[in-house]
């Protein structure tokens, strides 16, 4: 029997010989006392590519959001977000219930952010309103089929953020796709942003692992917060090796990823159920006006060894990475064409 081609999520990856041999040799100490060299080395490592000054290992990339969103948005104040984002979507309602924080959204997800739309959101400080201290944006974004949102609109965004004193987090969970497609510098990007998380595990193919990227302040506040949460781990180093290995060899390679991704899309087009243009890794198939629906259609590829993931009762999300090679794309391609035409 042929070999399961498992394109419900780029988090499926297993680690690489490479990343294995990196693992084994990791130089380890406890991180809860600031002693692990691996985690140390990766920390400075990440914030040196971003441009900030210190950066903090999670186990998680939810928790790496809910330490960067504490430490933008004080209790009982306001995040505004679009509707679709992962922090409000997917992250079980973590950022009020850890965080005492309201937010508020709005609808367009991805490359159709409208920095002015935003800007007539903010709600000033007064003491009869939920004052908004933060805004969120995702790049790219999941659920908008790995949108990149432009260079402009964020340095846009930028400028709405500092006419209103508030902070600007990024969910940068898939910001190494963004950058591959883009050819935008990390360090660009994280210019713009007072906070930013970072998954290791999404596309770059380490087996676990995200960072909390920011001020060198906010970073220690944030270790704190880290431990509140449960997240203090002593030989981390194990983890973080992965990532180190994951950072030096599996980001340019995202472009492979990305051809694929477009192969898939381009492949299904003629059945009218590609969402949106097909940028980095992730295409949504909308099946609307199809004769299946999605729960349907992921059973159905499943019995063919073909995994999907099913974002809705018609949407469907095919998710490229490091695991999927051309002979698999092909047969993705076989799958999913023999569905459609049934």
């Not at 380890?28 to 080395?41: C, I, K, M, R, S």
Request: one cysteine or more; glycine letters at 10%; proline letters at 4%.
């Amino acid at each position: 029997m042929a070999e399961t081609v498992d394109l419900r999520s780029d988090t499926v990856t297993k680690p690489t010989p490479g990343m294995w041999r990196a693992i084994g040799e990791a130089d380890l100490g406890d991180d809860v006392y600031g002693e692990d060299p691996t985690v140390n080395a990766l920390e400075a490592e990440v914030a040196a590519l971003f441009g900030h000054e210190a950066a903090l290992f999670t186990p998680t990339g939810s928790m790496a959001n809910q330490i960067a969103l504490q430490l933008v948005t004080p209790r009982a104040s306001e995040l505004l977000c679009d509707a679709d984002a992962h922090v409000v979507t997917y992250e079980v309602g973590a950022a009020a219930a850890l965080g005492g924080i309201s937010t508020r959204t709005w609808p367009a997800a991805g490359g159709a952010l409208d920095p002015d739309v935003v800007a007539a959101m903010i709600r000033t400080r007064a003491p009869y309103v939920v004052a908004t201290e933060a805004i969120a944006v995702e790049q790219t974004h999941n659920r908008a089929g790995g949108e990149v949102i432009p260079l402009a609109t964020l340095e846009r965004l930028r400028q709405v953020a500092d006419q209103a004193a508030v902070a600007l987090h990024c969910d940068g969970a898939r910001i190494w796709n963004a950058h591959v497609a883009e050819g935008v510098p990390l360090a660009t990007y994280g210019r713009l942003f007072d906070t930013l998380s970072v998954c290791l595990s999404k596309g770059l193919g380490a087996p676990v692992g995200s960072l909390v990227v920011g001020g060198a302040e906010r970073i220690a506040e944030g270790r704190l917060i880290r431990k509140r949460l449960g997240g203090g781990m002593r030989q981390a180093g194990v983890l973080a090796a992965a990532g180190r290995y994951a950072l030096a060899n599996h980001i340019e390679r995202l472009a492979d990823d990305h051809a694929r991704a477009a192969r898939l899309a381009d492949a299904l087009a003629p059945f009218g159920v590609v969402s949106g243009t097909v940028r980095t890794n992730i295409v949504v198939l909308d099946l609307s006006a199809a004769a299946l629906d999605a729960p349907a259609l992921a059973a159905a590829a499943r019995a063919d060894g073909v995994l999907v993931s099913v974002l809705g009762a018609r949407l469907v999300r095919l998710v490229t990475h490091l695991d999927i090679d051309d002979a698999g794309t092909d047969r993705a391609i076989e799958t999913l064409t023999r569905i459609l035409k049934a």
